[in-house]
């Protein structure tokens, strides 16, 4: 298994809404990434977890609340989002974060917030 | 800071070759990679570079020269599905030393015509 899954493909939530975003991955990487990407703009990174701690906020609001169940579960919830978090969320892994290790990206979620 | 340049938009021919450049001046470099990502779906590793030099694999080539801060992807024998967004991300240590993370350039926009 060489992919890393995410859930739901779409979502569309109002502001007062909360909901999460799912992501999983059976490689046994140990570092987990969330990131934020516009329409026609690169990835930005959000968060990185290592070892399923926390290592990396991007100075994200606190909104957008990371997850690390198990090593190869990562969330993230959604709670009174505004409407320009409307965007894809995409979910990467890595087997470390170290060395030369590339990082696989999931399908994405995209996101509208109405 | 950290910042990366690649031109916005190219077109190229079938069956040509393609160079795509991308500059970076980061602290902390730590390996550059070349994802390609079709518009819609997620970023796909491409290539990885942490020494000056060329790597080169099947049908794509990528460059790097650390002192001038300069890497390129090579395309060759372009083919239409090749046309895809091409992004240029720069590993590089927090200050600190304590994480590592990517940072993804603005991408490049490939058209690739009959």
């Known amino acids: 298994d060489t992919e890393v899954t995410q859930t739901p493909k779409h979502l569309v939530m109002g502001m007062t809404n909360k909901k999460s975003l799912k992501c999983e991955q059976h490689?046994?990487?140990?570092?987990m990434y969330w990131y934020k990407q516009k329409a026609k703009k690169p990835p930005e990174l959000m968060f990185v977890y290592s070892y399923e701690k926390l290592s990396i906020n991007e100075s994200v609001p606190s909104r957008f609340s990371p997850e690390c169940p198990n090593s190869s579960l990562l969330n993230l919830h959604l709670h009174a989002l505004q409407p320009e978090d409307s965007a894809l969320y995409l979910c990467a892994s890595s087997q470390d974060e170290g060395s030369n290790n590339e990082q696989f990206f999931g399908p994405g979620t995209r996101l509208t917030v109405l | 800071g950290q910042n990366i340049d690649q031109p916005t938009e190219m077109t190229a021919t079938e069956g040509a070759i393609v160079q795509i450049n991308c500059t970076y001046q980061t602290s902390g470099f730590n390996g550059l990679f070349w994802y390609q990502q079709h518009a819609g779906e997620a970023p796909t590793f491409l290539s990885y570079n942490v020494l000056d030099g060329l790597e080169e694999k099947g049908r794509f080539s990528s460059f790097l020269s650390r002192s001038k801060g300069y890497s390129y992807l090579l395309l060759k024998e372009l083919q239409m599905k090749d046309s895809a967004s091409y992004l240029c991300?720069?590993?590089?240590?927090?200050?600190?030393?304590?994480?590592?993370?990517?940072?993804f350039g603005t991408g490049t926009l490939l058209a690739v015509q009959p």
């Open positions: 991300a720069v590993r590089a240590w927090e200050t600190g030393g304590a994480t590592n993370k990517l940072i």
């Open positions: 490689m046994g990487h140990r570092a």
